[in-house]
């Protein structure tokens, strides 16, 4: 894990490991179609440790649009909430990086209105949606530093990365990112 990195008050940290198995963090992320059902990566992986009861209170909350969010309860995760946003599929839903960047801000904006203090985040579009790593990196590093300062309760933001390419892209963002706000 690397060290966290303040913007404003909200320490944000990267780390390699499964979303699904985050103790201590007030919410989890579902990287989440626009149906909110079980699927592949991070979807399969939050609703398989969820259990049947999260399908069953996301069915009419759906269907969702790229770069936005919902949230429900953690149902048998670690976690009491999720937060499903549904990213951008790169290339076809554009302006992706606009669309990729809304869904990290509005997910913090969910959190800190029900008075989360902590949220773990995906590599939101980087799988199946087809995202590159790095500038996906880039831009959800970008979009929590921007929003930090204006939020009230959110204190802790760590992004949970499956494989070490994809902690090494998000790793080195939030060096560079870092590095610009100071």
């Excluded at 076809?92 to 801000?105: E, F, K």
């Amino acid at each position: 894990m690397t060290e966290a990195i303040a913007f404003g008050n909200v320490a944000v940290e990267v780390d390699e490991g499964d979303i699904s198995s985050q103790p201590g963090f007030d919410a989890v992320v579902n990287a989440a179609n626009a149906q909110l059902l079980p699927g592949a990566g991070v979807a399969g992986a939050i609703h398989r440790t969820a259990g049947p009861g999260l399908v069953e209170e996301c069915r009419p909350l759906a269907p969702i649009a790229p770069g936005t969010c919902v949230i429900t309860s953690g149902h048998s995760l670690l976690n009491p909430w999720v937060i499903h946003c549904l990213g951008p599929v790169y290339g076809a839903d554009v302006p992706s990086a606009s669309l990729l960047s809304s869904c990290y801000r509005s997910a913090l904006e969910l959190a800190d209105e029900r008075r989360l203090e902590s949220v773990a985040f995906p590599a939101i579009s980087t799988g199946v949606f087809g995202y590159p790593l790095a500038e996906a990196a880039s831009v959800a590093i970008g979009a929590v530093a921007e929003v930090a300062p204006r939020l009230t309760f959110v204190r802790r933001v760590r992004f949970v990365l499956f494989g070490a390419e994809a902690y090494g892209a998000f790793e080195e963002a939030l060096r560079v990112v870092g590095n610009e706000q100071r």
